[in-house]
């Protein structure tokens, strides 16, 4: 019944920004918490973003001030604003929510960043 859904992600030169989307349906209340997550090739899946409730976020060190996620909870969707892209930033990103005690991931979207 659940699906999560990313979407927007491609290919941007460094110091480009790029914006997903994670699309959600069938959870029972609201799409908060959710999670931001990337794993690049050869290195473990890793949290980037994540938002307890509107206005309650955090991110990891290496995205502060670059990275922002929001949500719109009758829309049913979760936001990753991505600026000031790096070379490091490649990698697929998973969107990850939370429902009842349970997890629910979308399949992943790729974002590569690169001259």
């Known amino acids: 019944q659940v699906h999560v859904a990313e979407s927007g992600g491609g290919l941007v030169q460094p110091g480009g920004s790029l914006k997903l989307s994670c699309a959600v349906s069938?959870?029972?209340?609201?799409?908060?918490?959710a999670e931001w997550y990337r794993q690049a090739p050869g290195k473990q899946r890793e949290s980037v973003a994540f938002i307890e409730s509107p206005g309650k976020t955090n991110y990891a060190q290496s995205v502060e001030g670059r990275f922002t996620i929001s949500g719109n909870n009758a829309d049913m969707k979760v936001f990753l604003q991505m600026n000031s892209l790096k070379p490091e930033d490649t990698a697929v990103y998973y969107c990850?929510?939370?429902?009842?005690?349970?997890?629910?991931w979308g399949p992943g979207t790729q974002v590569s960043v690169f001259s």
């Open positions: 990850k929510i939370t429902n009842w005690g349970r997890d629910y």
């Open positions: 069938g959870i029972i209340g609201s799409i908060y918490p």
